[in-house]
Nanobody, 127 residues
C-alpha cells in the first residue's frame, strides 16, 4: 500500500489561507483517487474533500466555496488550497487513497479510505 506525506500546515489568523500538499512515496498520485481528511481534538476524523482520477471533485458542506482540491501532476501531489480559514478549521489534516462507494439503496455514496494513515500536518487558525 502506498503511504502519503502531508505538508504545508501552520498557524494562520482567521480569514487567512494555507495550501497543503499530499505526496505519495514511490508511486504516481495521478493514478489514485485522493481524499483530504481532518481530525480536531476530541473529534472523529472527517472527510474534507476528495478528487477522482478524472479530476472530479467532492467537498464537505462545511468547506464548499472556501477550499479547493486539485491535482498537480507536475509535482506529483494533490493539493488542498484553504481560503477564508476559521478557527473551526483547526485540526490535523491527513490525505489518503480513497475509493468511491455507491449506496443505491440510500441514493447516496461515501468515500472510503484505502490505505495507511500518515503523520498529518497541523493547521491552527487563531481568532
Amino acid at each position: 500500500q502506498v503511504k502519503f506525506v502531508e505538508s504545508g500546515g501552520g498557524v494562520v489568523q482567521a480569514g487567512g489561507s494555507l495550501r497543503l500538499s499530499c505526496e505519495p512515496s514511490g508511486s504516481s498520485i495521478s493514478e489514485t483517487p485522493i481524499g483530504w481528511y481532518r481530525q480536531a481534538p476530541g473529534k472523529q476524523r472527517e472527510l474534507v474533500a476528495a478528487i477522482k482520477i478524472s479530476g472530479t471533485t467532492d467537498y464537505a458542506d462545511f468547506v464548499k466555496g472556501r477550499f479547493t482540491i486539485s491535482r498537480e501532476n507536475a509535482k506529483n501531489t494533490v493539493d488542498l488550497q484553504m481560503n477564508s480559514l476559521i478557527p473551526d478549521d483547526t485540526a490535523v489534516y491527513y490525505c489518503n487513497a480513497v475509493y468511491h462507494l455507491a449506496r443505491p439503496e440510500y441514493a447516496d455514496y461515501e468515500w472510503i479510505e484505502d490505505g495507511p494513515w500518515g503523520q498529518g500536518t497541523q493547521v491552527t487558525v487563531s481568532s
